[in-house]
């Protein structure tokens, strides 16, 4: 008889970002004009799950706050071990006492992503204490694991909230299945610690799916993010979208990996149209 191992939480702490600027505010975008990258960390507001991922003017602007931690080996911990559905809790600041929960985590030094209610998003500060009760990490359900489907980034009591279940394959609801060559940042990066960006526009979005919303699944072909993230042909790897577009090259909307096996192991359920992935009222936040 196999046992089942529990998996391990840990409480971590990450302090509320305040954007920061070089000795000039522009980068440049794909035709190469300047741009300010407004939104880009922080606390990002007017910016919600189940908005378009084009929606705004801004650059990788997330449905939260953005975490970090100023000690480096601390800061890789936060954004290795929180995990999408982990609750937080805010420690200090006006908002003290108030819980949401993980969305999701992004690149650059490592940041974690999380979601308020609007009241609470208005009154947290940079600077604010925000404990996370990290599960999910390094956690490999046997079902999946007989599958060869490695599960990470993700609590997994919010797979099925989600949608997800396991019969003969994964059964996995997406808005859409994209070609690995949209991948643009994040290649060669450990998936546990980051996000990938994907490569796409408003335009080049429609060969695909009509929208692409903050908090939608989707299936990335040919994309293996077990170690460090790379193409592997006959592998599928599905993620959360956790931030919007970017006119930054090799930038765009960020997918989180969460589940990635191969080919086989999936069946994949595709709606372009109507597919409802991650939302404010599943995570339990407040409006």
């Known amino acids: 008889m ?25 980068l440049i975008d794909s035709d190469g004009a300047p741009y300010v990258p407004v939104g880009d960390c922080g606390v990002v507001l007017g910016v919600r799950l189940g908005d378009s991922v084009f929606a705004h003017d801004a650059d990788h602007a997330a449905p939260g706050v953005t975490l970090a931690h100023p000690d480096e080996a601390a800061r890789h911990g936060l954004t290795t071990f929180a995990c999408l559905g982990n609750e937080v809790v805010v420690r200090d600041g006006a908002m003290a006492g108030a819980t949401g929960r993980v969305i999701g985590k992004r690149g650059e030094a490592g940041r974690v992503i999380v979601g308020f209610g609007d009241d609470v998003l208005a009154g947290l500060a940079p600077g604010d204490a925000i404990m996370v009760r990290a599960i999910g990490q390094g956690a490999q359900p046997p079902d999946l694991d007989a599958m060869g489907v490695r599960l990470l980034n993700t609590d997994a009591a919010i797979l099925h909230p989600l949608g997800v279940r396991v019969a003969d394959r994964v059964v996995l609801p997406v808005r859409a299945c994209l070609p690995s060559r949209v991948v643009g940042n994040g290649i060669g990066r450990p998936a546990d610690m980051w996000d990938v960006d994907l490569t796409i526009t408003a ?16 299936a990335v072909e040919d994309l293996d993010v077990r170690h ?19 006119p930054l090259p090799g930038h765009g909307p960020g997918l989180m990996p969460m589940l990635c096996g191969p080919r086989e192991a999936f069946d994949l359920q595709v709606d372009a149209q109507h597919h409802s992935g991650l939302s404010s009222d599943l995570l339990g936040l407040n409006p």
């Open 228 to 246: 460090n993230i790379g193409f592997r042909r006959g592998w599928v790897t599905v993620g959360v979208v956790v931030h919007g577009g970017s």
């Open 203 to 218: 335009d080049t979005l429609s060969s695909w799916a009509p929208v692409l919303l903050l908090g939608d699944l989707v």
């Open 2 to 26: 196999t046992s089942v191992l529990t998996p391990v939480g840990v409480n971590l702490l990450g302090y509320v970002e305040t954007p920061e600027m070089g000795d000039h505010p522009y």
